[in-house]
């Protein structure tokens, strides 16, 4: 009876999972946590059976296998499938009874610390019928670029007739395999490859490409273009995962996105079957913006990162909801700067507004190339009404090898490499610092002193510091909180102060959802702006959660930390307010703005700001608290230029899939501020912040991006590159043109070697961040005194003069 009981709700809540709305309902849905001993729910809703049984194994690989938990979980990784693991330590095939056709297989992989186990000597090879998906894969290596705490591959493979899906694992020579989790899920059999798909034009050749059901498929990259992430439970019955298309935009024209508008209705035609892509996808397009004078000049590009020397399927997904007719909206694509498709006209390839259509083309990306472009440009010769172009969706597949191949080496770069400052070599270093600080703080005072003594003093004007800001802190409540420590709002007000969460007001997005500047009435006397979270639902955080963090919120209160004031949590929103900063975010004011650009030692004390701020994290004045997410954009200003932290606590470690790209991408902004240790450790600390932050302090200093991939080689990361120049003592040369001059070069030398420490390889080695506090008020206080010497001297000089006069 309970066994009844429980395969009913198994039922029940699966067949929920699968949205009985979507359009298509795969016929093979497996889904297997490996390691596991019983069936088990990941947080999307989806079951998991145990593998601990042997299920879908051959008896023959018993023995060489067994069962292992990860010890650590990292934040963005859930329970299911990732933290239970089989390992192989012989040949191993897992056999699939699946109908006939093609397949997605996806696999999941958490590389990090087992019991026993050194992960980042595994090496294994994953073969299924007859592809090669991964030959010598290191899952470990893999992970760090991008990095990633886990890794989800797919492939699509065709199954014969009465053929199984064998999926085997083979652990390369001394080494072992692993996995934690496989997805097997059947598609409509013409969706990508097929017989009667045809062949396609290879782009700028006169030879065609036949995609049948003998080639096998790895996915690169699927994106939402101009809409939102759209998570596997969302999709149209394939549990494919379509990411925003932000990070690929090349270049600073990122056109304009449309807003998703509900009310539209996409007309799925035969040609375009309603599971080829969710609604959303269609709904959802990124456009070139209105003025065709910019549009003329400009062509709207991605960028991908993908592996040399194969041939890619690139399919592109358009639906026009604006436009009605046929010319008003003509364009060119280009891939790899070859003219794919002249004269692209959407109306006339699809019949009609609101109506779908997909275009795939294939491309050889070379042996010494490993970049895939896709570019829009308006075509002029037929007069369009707008010359402007549009894209909605983008998908691009890997095929195989003709050896059935879709391995490829694991990345070249041992993690320590990866970063050009840590080519330096590991030996001496440490010796190395201690004389350079000395000699420098020596220079700076003119005589020799120990850095004994030097700290010492620091410290000594911190304690007095602390004292004054704490005072100021207490003066600084702000009126709105008088007497609550965080006021609960009901929606409606919610709904008032950001006009229904009206898209214009966003001023923020993220994985945990959109942030808007609303306006809250107190009383009816005046309006406070204030920063509204509204954490998207589909974010993996519960009810629990959210009551845990507002608890954790509400008692930081600091005049460093940007406050929360109240929160939401009314008809399934969990919704969280904060104080709204008026001058935006410190990289705001650095580079790509026409804001004035700040003096030097109003950056200075910024920078002391922001490390009070994480200082008061660390310390753990009411938890201990790693921020994970350093970066100039975090670093909020008041009215008053005071630096404010923001986005720490719990809601930032939101869904999953915006920290997981399945596949090798492009660098990433945050990517230019992580602890290289990270990498190694696969465990964040307070110093992986410390580290973070001494980027903060270069990109102020020298006003550029952490990660400008539009530099040479060498300085697009600017902690290598800043490294270097301090090394060939040329910094000078890269610092912000605008502070060239102004900087005393004893505040110079010593705020370059605060950021060089905090840049440290080795965490222990980095400073905390109470001594970069000290440190950086010492750095103010000798441009103070330069600039008070100065100041002193041109007195001087008017005095003599004044004197000569009189005399
Ligand atoms: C786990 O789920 C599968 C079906 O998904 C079912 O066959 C099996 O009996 C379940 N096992 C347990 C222990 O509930
Ligand atoms: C999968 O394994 C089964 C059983 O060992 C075998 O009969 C079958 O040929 C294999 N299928 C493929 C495609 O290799
Ligand atoms: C796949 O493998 C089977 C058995 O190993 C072999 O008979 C068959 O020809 C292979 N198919 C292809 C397309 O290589
Ligand atoms: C596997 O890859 C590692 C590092 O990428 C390399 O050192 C090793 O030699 C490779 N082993 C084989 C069998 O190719
Ligand atoms: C693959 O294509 C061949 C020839 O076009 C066809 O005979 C075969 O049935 C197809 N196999 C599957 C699994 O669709
Ligand atoms: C969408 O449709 C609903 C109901 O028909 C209507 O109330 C609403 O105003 C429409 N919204 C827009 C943006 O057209
Ligand atoms: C757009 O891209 C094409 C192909 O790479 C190139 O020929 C053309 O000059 C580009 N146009 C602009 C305005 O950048
Ligand atoms: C393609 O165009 C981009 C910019 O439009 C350029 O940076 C890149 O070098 C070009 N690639 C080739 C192979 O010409």
Redesign the pocket.
């Known amino acids: 009876m309970l066994t009844l009981i429980t395969v009913v709700l198994l039922f029940f809540s699966s067949s929920a999972s699968l949205s009985n709305s979507a359009p298509y309902t795969p016929t093979d849905y497996i889904l297997l946590n490996c390691g596991a001993s019983s069936n088990t729910t990941s947080d999307d809703g989806r079951n998991w059976d145990g593998d601990a049984d042997y299920k879908y194994s051959s008896s023959s690989s018993k023995s060489s296998s067994f069962t292992s938990k990860a010890s650590y979980q990292e934040p963005s990784v859930t329970e299911v499938p990732y933290m239970t693991a089989r390992i192989f330590h012989g040949k191993f095939t897992y056999k699939f009874p699946v109908s006939s056709g093609p397949k997605f297989l996806r696999l999941y992989f958490y590389p990090n610390e087992y019991p026993d186990l050194d992960i980042t000597t595994s090496f294994f090879s994953v073969t299924a019928n007859n592809y090669t998906l991964l030959d010598n894969f290191s899952a470990y290596l893999v992970a760090f670029s991008p990095p990633q705490a886990f890794i989800i591959k797919e492939f699509v493979i065709t199954v014969s007739n009465n053929q199984m899906l064998n999926v085997t694992f083979t652990p390369s020579p001394n080494s072992f395999a692993f996995v934690n989790g496989i997805e097997v899920v059947s598609m409509p059999s013409n969706l990508y490859t097929g017989q009667t798909y045809g062949f396609l034009r290879l782009v700028d050749t006169k030879y065609f490409f036949e995609l049948d059901n003998t080639t096998a498929l790895e996915t690169a990259y699927r994106l939402n273009v101009g809409g939102k992430d759209v998570l596997n439970i969302e999709d149209s019955g394939m549990f494919r995962t379509w990411y925003q298309d932000g990070d690929y935009i090349f270049g600073a024209a990122f056109g304009v996105t449309s807003h998703n508008q509900p009310n539209a209705t996409i007309k799925y035609p035969q040609a375009t079957p309603a599971y080829t892509a969710p609604e959303v996808v269609y709904k959802t397009s990124r456009t070139m913006g209105p003025t065709a004078s910019i549009n003329l000049n400009y062509?709207l590009?991605w960028l991908f990162t993908v592996d040399s020397g194969f041939y890619y399927l690139v399919r592109l997904h358009f639906c026009e909801n604006d436009l009605q007719y046929v010319n008003q909206r003509v364009f060119n694509i280009f891939i790899?700067?070859h003219t794919a498709e002249e004269a692209m006209d959407v109306i006339a390839l699809s019949n009609g507004n609101g109506i779908p259509i997909y275009k795939d083309y294939v491309v050889l990306v070379s042996q010494s190339?490993k970049?895939l472009?896709v570019?829009l440009h308006p075509q002029t010769s037929d007069k369009p009404e707008f010359y402007d172009a549009i894209l909605n969706g983008l998908e691009i597949f890997k095929l195989n090898k003709p050896d059935g191949s879709l391995a490829v080496p694991n990345p070249q770069a041992e993690p320590v490499r990866t970063s050009p400052m840590l080519q330096q070599k590991h030996s001496k270093k440490k010796r190395k610092f201690l004389t350079q600080t000395k000699v420098i703080i020596g220079a700076t005072l003119g005589s020799i002193v120990s850095l004994i003594l030097i700290f010492s003093f620091i410290f000594c004007q911190r304690k007095h510091l602390l004292l004054k800001t704490e005072s100021l802190n207490r003066g600084k409540v702000s009126p709105f909180l008088e007497g609550i420590r965080c006021k609960k709002f009901s929606l409606a007000d919610i709904l008032t102060a950001t006009n229904n969460f009206d898209d214009t007001l966003i001023v923020g997005r993220g994985g945990f959802g959109n942030v808007y500047k609303g306006h809250i009435f107190q009383g009816t006397q005046y309006e406070v702006a204030v920063a509204i979270k509204r954490l998207n639902s589909k974010s993996h955080q519960g009810e629990n959660e959210f009551w845990a963090e507002i608890e954790m919120l509400s008692q930081l209160r600091y005049v460093n930390l940007v406050s929360l004031i109240g929160y939401c949590n009314e008809n399934h929103e969990m919704i969280l307010v904060y104080d709204y900063m008026v001058n935006g975010t410190l990289r705001d004011h650095l580079y790509n703005n026409d804001n004035i650009p700040l003096q030097w030692k109003q950056r200075l004390r910024i920078c002391i700001g922001g490390a009070r701020g994480l200082d008061y994290l660390h310390s753990g004045a009411v938890h201990r608290i790693i921020h994970r997410d350093v970066k100039t954009t975090n670093i909020l200003l008041d009215e008053t230029w005071q630096a404010k932290v923001s986005d720490f606590g719990l809601s930032k470690m939101g869904p999953v899939v915006m920290t997981n790209v399945p596949i090798t991408t492009m660098v990433k902004g945050t990517f230019g501020y992580m602890d290289p240790e990270y990498f190694r450790r696969l465990q964040l600390t307070e110093k992986s912040d410390v580290y973070s932050f001494g980027v903060v302090l270069f990109e102020v200093l020298c006003a550029r991006p952490a990660v400008d991939i539009s530099l040479e080689d060498d300085q697009i990361g600017l902690a290598g590159w800043a490294l270097k120049c301090i090394e060939n003592e040329t910094i000078e040369q890269i610092i912000d043109p605008y502070l060239k001059g102004k900087i005393a070069p004893e505040c110079l030398r010593v705020f370059a070697e605060i950021a060089k420490t905090c840049l440290h390889e080795v965490g222990v080695e980095r400073p905390k961040m109470s001594d970069v506090v000290g440190m950086l008020e010492f750095a103010l206080e000798l441009q103070e005194t330069a600039e008070a010497k100065q100041t002193a001297e041109v007195g001087d000089a008017i005095q003599s003069q004044t004197i000569d006069k009189v005399v």
């Open positions: 062509n590009s790899n700067n190339d970049d472009w570019a």
